[in-house]
T-cell receptor
Framework: DAGVIQSPRHEVTEMGQEVTLRCKPISGHNSLFWYRQTMMRGLELLIYFNNNVPIDDSGMPEDRFSAKMPNASFSTLKIQPSEPRDSAVYFC???????????FGPGTRLTVL | QQQVKQSPQSLIVQKGGISIINCAYENTAFDYFPWYQQFPGKGPALLIAIRPDVSEKKEGRFTISFNKSAKQFSLHIMDSQPGDSATYFCAASLQGGSEKLVFGKGTKLTVNP
């Protein structure tokens, strides 16, 4: 298996632009997590899905952030409009619900100018 | 009450030494405590995990010590090697790990040759 796939790996955009981050979980996994990592705040859970259904979105910072999981093999995290304080590394992770280990993707480094 | 506090923020040890990273939690309902290891430019990966029914778990050079009454757990890396240089995150979860993970802020470990 190729592991969790995230795209793009790097994204540089200007303030006010829409940003869409993409994630393909490991085949057969039924839980998907979106995290944000910064030096100041560490690793923060933004939202997670079980069987494509959002379970907990309490970590989504504000209405500018939205996440979807239209099917078991694809999820998006959208920021609209983006702001410089959104600059961070965004990780997607997936898990087989029967087990506890989360498998993280390589991350997307987002820079908002 | 959902926080996991991790210390130290950074740690430098000599090759062959013992690295010790500590974590404390408040929520006594937490019942799954994993440690994740992250190398630069990569996503975190599960290193070792423990449940509160045991006080210690060892896997190779890595040991988790768990003190339920003190609500603390720690990671010990014996015979630390330069290849162990990474950021280590403790975490906690409810319902045996089936719920979301709450991560500590991370410890950057540097092992000098």
């Amino acid at each position: 298996d190729a592991g969790v796939i995230q795209s793009p790996r790097h994204e540089v955009t200007e303030m006010g632009q829409e940003v869409t981050l993409r994630c393909k979980p490991i085949s057969g996994h039924n839980s998907l997590f979106w995290y944000r990592q910064t030096m100041m705040r560490g690793l923060e859970l933004l939202i997670y899905f079980n069987n494509n259904v959002p379970i907990d979105d309490s970590g989504m910072p504000e209405d500018r952030f939205s996440a979807k999981m239209p099917n078991a093999s694809f999820s998006t995290l959208k920021i609209q409009p983006s702001e410089p304080r959104d600059s961070a590394v965004y990780f997607c992770a997936s898990r087989d619900y029967a087990y506890n280990e989360q498998f993280f993707g390589p991350g997307t480094r987002l820079t908002v100018l | 009450q959902q926080q996991v506090k991790q210390s130290p923020q950074s740690l430098i040890v000599q090759k062959g030494g013992i690295s010790i990273i500590n974590c404390a939690y408040e929520n006594t309902a937490f019942d799954y405590f994993p440690w994740y290891q992250q190398f630069p430019g990569k996503g975190p990966a599960l290193l070792i995990a423990i449940r509160p029914d045991v006080s210690e778990k060892k896997e190779g050079r890595f040991t988790i010590s768990f003190n339920k009454s003190a609500k603390q757990f720690s990671l010990h890396i014996m015979d630390s090697q330069p290849g162990d240089s990474a950021t280590y995150f403790c975490a906690a979860s409810l319902q045996g790990g089936s719920e979301k993970l709450v991560f500590g802020k991370g410890t950057k470990l540097t092992v000098n040759p």
